[in-house]
């Protein structure tokens, strides 16, 4: 897929197909989590591939939702190990903008093969916590179900360029 489709057609998705994912299609997903650039190159970050099947009432304890915990076959979990990452001068921590472009990276992937996810930013902090059994000093940030879509594209609601982007001075 080009790359300017891979951006246009991935959405979030919120419907599931009961279908498993090919193995190699999942490796390449995982590539391109460990692809992405990170801030001096730390690479504090992490992700937990979690098999949904039998798990489901555990995973609903961290999201409610059908579509994350019983439909789709995957649950990917990015986290992030702040006292790794890459800190500026004035003390601002780069672990959260790490994670969030090799999750980037892992979503275009997974639409580039035909698959499915929807970042997930409100889940249960303390539930991820004990279901995943996080080791002090790792946070989980943002996860995604993984699977084949079972709804369609909505119309995307943007903002304009010129809202957005600002030449030369704020
Ligand atoms: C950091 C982040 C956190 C999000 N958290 C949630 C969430 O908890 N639940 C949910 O249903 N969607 C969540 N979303 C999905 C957004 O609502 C969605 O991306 C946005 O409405 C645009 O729609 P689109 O992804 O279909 O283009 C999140 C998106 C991002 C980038």
Redesign the pocket.
Known sequence: MEYSQVITE???V?AYKDRDIEPNKLERILEAFTAAPTAANRQPIALIVVKTEGREQELKRI?R?DWFASQPPYVLVGCTIPEKAWVRQDGHNYADVDL?IAFDHLVLAATAEGLGT??????DKEAAKEVLGLPEGVEAL?MTPLGYPADA??P?LRKKVEQLVHRERW
């Open positions: 991935r959405y979030s919120r999201y939702a969030a929807c970042w997930i930013g409100a889940f943002v594209k909505r995307r």
